[in-house]
């Protein structure tokens, strides 16, 4: 299956820092989404890209759909301590009701945020 | 109050033995999907099903099986021939629409350990 790399694999930074992450693919997604998962519970969605070069914002979070349609970052600025937990990067390539609109996500394998008070 | 639920949230079976996990949905998401967690590393696909009745292989389907019989409920059986099925097991549902992604909703997870 299509794999996606996600970097860096763990991040220890103090309150306050900005915090940058990414994925690339082997392969071309046309929709990017990034999701935040606590300890033991299931992922929620932070931001969702559809079109490359897309750039949107959530609060403190800025993510990047790659122009390539391989690629897409994740920014989180002025950490804070709720911000701790799991990343991960997830692609879709959607072809469309009648060739499987419902197919399920290729995840990264994540970024571990670790925040020093 | 509206969401998607997975129980028990702690399962323990010996080896040798099938388990079901159950998931169920009161969101009247038309979608629903099995992905399996292990440690360190991304959520995979397991099964997806768009409809009621009908369901497709992801990308490890080898050693489970699910049914779909109604649209609340998407079910996945966890068989012997799973060659090593401990793992956080994960639920999502979602609307079909043809024209754009849908969010999946995620729903608390099953941690299944085989002893």
């Known amino acids: 299956g299509q794999q996606l790399n996600q970097s860096p694999q763990s991040m220890f930074i103090q309150e306050g820092e900005d915090v940058s992450m990414n994925c690339t693919s082997s392969?071309?997604?046309?929709?990017w989404l990034w999701y935040k998962q606590d300890p033991g519970e299931g992922p929620v969605l932070l931001i969702a890209?559809?079109?490359?070069?897309e750039l949107t914002s959530n609060g403190r979070l800025t993510a990047q759909f790659g122009i390539t349609r391989k690629d897409s970052f994740l920014n989180i600025s002025a950490s804070i301590p709720s911000d701790v937990g799991i990343y991960f990067c997830?692609?879709?390539?959607?072809?469309?009701?009648?060739?499987?609109?419902?197919?399920?996500?290729?995840f990264g394998k994540g970024t571990h945020l670790i925040i020093q008070p | 109050d509206g969401g998607i639920t997975q129980s028990p949230k702690y399962l323990f079976r010996k080896e040798g033995q099938n388990v079901t996990l159950s998931c169920e949905q009161n969101?009247?998401?038309?979608?629903m999907y099995w992905y399996r967690q292990d440690p360190g590393q991304g959520l995979r696909l397991i099964y997806y099903?768009?409809?009621?009745?009908?369901?497709q292989k992801g990308d490890i389907a080898e050693g489970y099986s699910v049914s779909r019989e109604k649209k609340e409920s998407f079910p996945l059986t966890v068989t012997s021939a799973q060659k090593n099925p401990t793992a956080f097991y994960l639920c999502?549902?979602?609307?079909?629409?043809?024209?754009?992604?849908?969010?999946?909703?995620f729903g608390p997870g099953t941690r299944l350990t085989v002893l």
């Open positions: 999502a549902s979602s609307i079909v629409l043809a024209s754009t992604y849908n969010e999946q909703f």
């Open positions: 392969s071309i997604f046309n929709t």
């Open positions: 890209l559809y079109k490359a070069g």
């Open positions: 997830a692609g879709q390539l959607f072809q469309g009701y009648s060739g499987g609109g419902a197919d399920g996500l290729t």
């Open positions: 969101l009247n998401h038309d979608a």
């Open positions: 099903s768009q409809i009621v009745n009908d369901f």
